[in-house]
């Protein structure tokens, strides 16, 4: 494997920013520090201006595979999220078949072994009836388990109160929940048909998919938990008022952590009358004040992981009413420059953007040796352009779905060059197809 130099890199990492060289070899990061020339590097990437940080970890994505690949596949989204300086992704199970087993689990990592451009990891899904699954998951054979505690696009909920149970007090590694109340849901939505028939308005979604419901899930998500000292993270908050459930500060020694996903933090209801069912997705964007509340708990750590909730439908089926349009949308190339955004406006540091993009994100799962800038570590890595003011159209989108709900909308950093375990495998919008991504390995972290 050759060697790479980066050299003048403007590095956030590990809270501190510093001018400083990239020293590079078998794909892992042999040394950093000034004048590093010296080592006769293959090739020399002059990083001046530049930031370099390390690659996103993606926590959450829907790439489709098996089963609905008319609307993303493992190829395809991993390209595009290589493209967006995101390097690691972990995938979840509402694919066809589910991946309930561990068998399915294996066909999913030998797939992206041969065609993922990303590193990655897969969660095993549970159901009303595959405990036993679960209880004989070890270390490294997936991330987590995740659990539908609220219905969502595949016919994954867990609503058996026993199983429930069973899965918080067994489950020997983490536990990442979707939580919205489906009771409290069903009830909203015979209310507005009975209003509206068929024809309710997409501004009704975050009302219908409430704050009540979603409250009422992570509540007792948060109590299992409790109850079983289970290592609990509830996936895509989207309202101020579930926030009291987590605590604030470092993400080190917490049993229980939260994720905000990219499109909660951007969008909110007021764009639902531009957007529509583009934007449709479970848990809903909610008001203004609850994307602002989520952004300041970013920054008070009560929020531990920025991921994105990447879920590809074709814009055919995006084409529906408001019942029949489904739930989610592709995020994975657009991620990083829009939390930039949020830099831009002066509402998140660059540290804590890479603290809760990487650094947190390998901490809260236990990833090995990733999601860091340190000499011994993999050289997953983003160099990002801050000030290339640019509009993101549809022309540039690599989603197999061709689309982006960022259409129209500006940016200002870019992702320039992306880094793979030591290999360029993304640079100035061209992408390296000849790199594949790796397995991710993990400690203990139940
Ligand atoms: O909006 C969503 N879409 N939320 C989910 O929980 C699932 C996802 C999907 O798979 O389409």
Redesign the pocket.
């Known amino acids: 494997m050759s060697s790479l130099l980066i050299t003048n890199a403007d590095v956030v990492n590990e809270g501190c920013r510093f001018e400083a060289d990239l020293f590079i070899e078998d794909g892992r990061i042999a040394a950093i520090g000034n004048d590093l020339q010296s080592r006769g590097a293959d090739r020399v990437i002059d990083a001046a201006g530049r930031l370099l940080i390390p690659g996103m970890i993606d926590d959450q994505v829907?790439f489709r595979e098996p089963g609905l690949t008319h609307k993303a596949d493992f190829a395809s989204e991993s390209r595009a999220a290589i493209a967006g300086g995101i390097t690691s992704f972990m995938e979840?199970p509402?694919s066809q078949p589910p991946t309930l087993s561990l068998e399915l689990l294996e066909a999913k990592h030998a797939r992206a072994a041969e065609v993922s451009h990303a590193n990655y990891s897969f969660y095993l899904g549970a159901s009303n009836d595959n405990i036993d699954a679960i209880r004989g998951v070890r270390t490294g054979q997936c991330c987590g388990v995740k659990v539908f505690m609220g219905a969502?696009?595949?016919n994954m909920l867990v609503d058996d109160e026993q199983t429930l149970d069973a899965i918080f007090a067994d489950s020997p590694l983490l536990i990442a929940t979707?939580c919205e109340d489906t009771p409290t849901i069903l009830a909203n939505e015979a209310e507005y048909r009975q209003r509206y028939g068929e024809d309710v308005p997409m501004s009704a979604h975050p009302l219908i998919r409430s704050e009540a419901a979603c409250l009422a899930s992570s509540s007792r998500a948060v109590e299992l938990a409790r109850r079983h000292d289970a290592r609990l993270h509830v996936l895509h908050l989207t309202t101020a008022r579930e926030l009291s459930l987590f605590s604030p500060g470092p993400v080190a020694g917490k049993r229980i952590t939260a994720e905000a996903c990219v499109h909660h933090l951007y969008f909110d209801a007021r764009d639902y009358a531009e957007k529509g069912t583009l934007i449709k997705?479970?848990p809903a964007i909610k008001r203004p004040e609850d994307r602002d509340a989520l952004l300041a708990a970013v920054s008070e750590g009560r929020i531990d992981v920025i991921g994105t909730?990447h879920?590809p439908?074709t814009l055919e089926e995006k084409a529906g009413t408001y019942f029949k349009a489904?739930?989610?949308l592709p995020l994975v190339q657009d991620a990083l420059p829009s939390l930039f955004e949020h830099v831009h406006a002066g509402h998140l540091s660059l540290e804590t953007l890479v603290q809760k993009t990487s650094h947190d994100v390998a901490d809260c799962f236990g990833i090995e040796q990733r999601g860091y800038i340190r000499e011994g570590y993999w050289a997953d890595l983003a160099l990002v352009e801050m000030a290339a003011p640019y509009t993101r159209t549809r022309d540039q989108v690599l989603y197999k779905c061709g689309w982006s709900p960022f259409e129209g909308r500006q940016f200002h950093a870019c992702v320039i060059t992306t880094i793979l375990n030591g290999e360029v495998a993304y640079e100035h919008g061209r992408l390296n197809d000849q790199v594949r991504g790796q397995r991710l390995e993990f400690r203990p972290n139940r």
Request: net charge negative; proline share 7%; with cysteine.
């Open positions: 829907h979840m509402n969502s696009t595949g979707h997705c479970n909730d879920a439908h489904p739930a989610g």
